[in-house]
């Protein structure tokens, strides 16, 4: 017989399971890059708590390697983090978190803690698990992740000097694959229109309008994900 | 790097984190403050989904055409290939998703070692 886990439980063991072995890869991998531009350990270990965002801590340790003025370092990582806006609202939503009584700080530090990991987690889960136990399952999955990720983080830096590149790149390539395979999961029509959408248009965009391509591409791939599968359900209602 | 800043040195990076950090805090803060005043099963909550499901999905594929750090070490075919290969096998297996990403890591991986 299969053993139930409470929601909490299922989110530490999810954290453990593949979807944190995927995340931790990539921030191994962050911390071997950390390392090599020269961050001290408990910096490392300090931007991936405090920005928990892959794209916020790749442009923080780029910019801060070649001493960039602090008003750039602020708008490049604020435009290149709009889908945490997306994300949080998404996320939150999914979770109905404000049927907890939460203060406004706890919200936000829950918020703070909503990686695509987490989210494309909270997806997956949703209809597994009551509505008003996501929450509960979202915690657990982030204190896993949250012990998870800083250990592989702090292995990848102390790991730098005794790693060829090749082989750090291994577990780096799985976050993306694994996200990618666990997005087309989902049941529903216009998800997954608006994955393919989304995962043609952003790479082709990106030469031309850097992180902006990840913004286009995911108003157009979601608009275009809805409006076919809309079209679609009109044709059928017709017929 | 920041020598000739008048805060000390051995502070200044943790301002710029701080200052990097301001930087997400904006969208997280706007996330929280905007969720409240979305149904969950309405039109627009399923509309803001679908584009983090496609921005999720640009940003992953976007890792593998254009990456950073050790992964951009290896060449765009070494890493499409397998990448597009676990894609097809989950396709074929979507029951057992293990299957496509344990394959494509697996030929990532002999890739690589070549290479």
């Known amino acids: ?239 | 790097m920041y020598e000739n800043s008048i805060i000390i040195p051995e502070i200044m990076p943790w301002i710029m984190l701080l200052v990097a950090s301001s930087g997400i805090f904006v969208w997280r803060f706007l996330g929280v403050v905007l969720s409240s005043k979305i149904q969950k099963d309405s039109f627009f909550a399923k509309w803001i989904n679908a584009i983090a499901f496609a921005m999720t999905t640009a940003l992953m594929t976007r890792i593998i055409i254009f990456p950073t750090g050790a992964l951009a070490e290896t060449e765009l075919i070494e890493r499409i290939a397998p990448f597009l290969i676990g894609i097809i096998i989950f396709l074929f297996f979507p029951k057992k998703p293990i299957f496509g990403l344990a394959i494509g890591v697996l030929f990532f991986s002999v890739g690589i070692f070549i290479s």
């Not at chain 1, 090749?166 to 694959?177: A, E, G, K």
């Open chain 1, 1 to 239: 017989m299969k053993r139930k886990y409470s929601p909490f439980k299922k989110g530490i063991f999810t954290g453990f399971g593949f979807p944190g072995i995927g995340m931790s890869s990539a921030m191994f991998g962050y911390g071997v890059f950390a390392a090599e531009a020269g961050l001290d350990l408990y910096l490392c270990l300090g931007s991936v708590l405090i920005l928990w965002s892959m794209p916020g801590m790749v442009i923080f340790v780029s910019l801060f390697s070649i001493g960039t003025p602090i008003f750039l370092l602020f708008t490049t990582v604020l435009l290149a983090n709009m889908r945490q806006f997306f994300l949080v609202l998404s996320g939150l939503t999914l979770m109905n978190i404000h049927k907890h009584k939460l203060s406004f700080i706890t919200k936000l530090f829950w918020a703070h803690l909503i990686s695509p990991t987490g989210w494309a987690e909270l997806t997956k889960v949703k209809n597994e698990i009551d509505e008003k136990d996501l929450f509960k399952f979202f915690q657990g999955l982030s204190l896993a992740l949250v012990i998870f990720n800083s250990t592989t983080t702090i292995i990848g830096y102390k790991l730098y000097d005794f790693l060829p590149n090749d082989i750090v790149s291994i577990p780096v390539f799985i976050m993306p694959l694994y996200l990618t395979i666990l997005m087309l999961r989902a049941i529903e029509i216009y998800y997954r229109l608006a994955v393919v959408t989304g995962g043609i248009i952003g790479p082709l965009l990106f030469p031309y309008i850097g992180d902006w391509s990840l913004i286009v591409a995911g108003l157009v791939g979601g608009s275009v994900g809805l409006m076919v599968s809309y079209l679609l359900n009109k044709d059928k209602i017709n017929v």
